[in-house]
């Protein structure tokens, strides 16, 4: 059998327009198994003849449309016509741009006088429609650049695309975000009522020889509130300001001085000093360590304990160590961080008095009090974040980074992870963060400006 394919346009004006596509063939004494149906080549084919005759329409009513002037309702004459290669999600098409001579009531005429207008740079500013560019940072930022380039040759009818372009191409677009991002930021008004929660983690990726440095640190986290949720991700050394950078994530996501930010993240000071500086003391900041994180420094400790009073030729009485060591866990749980220092203490002291044991019994007193001594330091230095956590979890609060942690893992692990032998500059793995968390969060919308001709 034979198929053919027609496509009829009709204008506003109603003037109306066939066009005859390629027919498929598909004769019955010879098709195969492979032949059955529309095969992918000829989708690809039929795709590219549907959009070069839509397109070719399109720009003819534009240019025609576009000649009438919106002040005066006098038609412009036309200057010239030149040849214009356009980019499109199937295939790529050239075609005959006119550009139109300005009217005399053209209030731009005085600074460029005479000077021609092309109505196609308004539609087709890059080039390239923006679905193509869209596309083309979203597989950029789920694939290596090489790889989002192979997946669009394959499955689409668009002139194949390389791998710098697509590289390129998410760069603009993260700029875009941010630009758009710091647009929409207005002046805010106090609104004390409601709080947010800022989930923070970090990442290391491997950084390139050129900036003589081994990893780059990237900040990786997710805003959230009763309904809805953002994730981020930036390299604060990519970024002129990082405070005003964070101000603008959490702007977006319509924070306002004097609204409640908890912050929960391990015991790294930068990452909530980096909060409490975007908001410039605009409103209270309240930072709570991540159970988890010295939940396993205590598991350490009684795994150790453990590991003390089965000790061939332990001497002690092994209910003086074991209680303290369970306990401990209690006391943080509950908000009784003095107490638990006092245990702590304690283990300690019992711990220096085998000095006249034999060797494996002072080893393994050694190391519980090495780890006793790292747990008392991190809960000294961590001391006015520790909360009632075991009242928070009742309450449905949350205690823990763990939506960071799966932030990091979608954000840097999945694209920059190390297993992927990638090396990143500063602003490349920055672009790359930041669009890989808008598409995330399904907010990628890439938008054309207005250029001149």
Known sequence: MDVRIAIETTFDNGEKRTHQLDSISRPYRVTCPDGIGLRLEDGKKIAEQFQRVILYDQVEEITRESRVCPDCASVRAIHDYR??????????????????RRCSCDVKSAAMPGGPI???????????????QRFHAELGSRHSFREAARLMKSFLPCHPPHHATVRARLGRIAERLECSRRASSSPAEVTPKGGLTVFLDGAHIRCRPEYQQRHLDLVVGKIESRNICRRFGMVVNATASPRRRMREELSAFEWKPGRLLTVISDGEAALPNLIRNATNGDGPVK?????WHFSMRVQHVEAA???????????????????PAKSLRWWLWHGRARVAETY?????HDCASFAEEPQAVRAAAARVQARCET?????????????DYGRRYRSGLPISS?????????????????????????KGAHRVAVTRAAVLDGRLTVTNSKRAA
Not at 305 to 323: D, E, I, M, S
């Open 344 to 348: 702590l203490k304690g283990l300690m």
């Open 305 to 323: 304990v453990q590991g003390l009073v089965q000790t061939q030729r332990f001497a002690g009485n092994p209910v003086l160590f074991q209680r």
């Open 375 to 387: 747990l008392y330091t991190y809960l000294a230095n961590n001391m006015e974040s520790l909360v």
């Open 287 to 291: 930072h709570i360590l991540d159970w």
């Open 118 to 132: 092309s109505p196609l740079a308004y539609f087709f500013p890059d080039r390239a429609t923006p679905e193509l």
């Open 83 to 100: 040849t214009r290669v356009l980019d499109t999600t199937f295939g790529r098409v050239r075609v005959e741009a006119a550009r139109l």
């Open 402 to 426: 763990s939506r960071a942690e799966s932030s990091v893992d979608d954000i840097a692990n999945a694209r920059m992870g190390k297993r992927r032998r990638m090396r990143w500059s500063l």
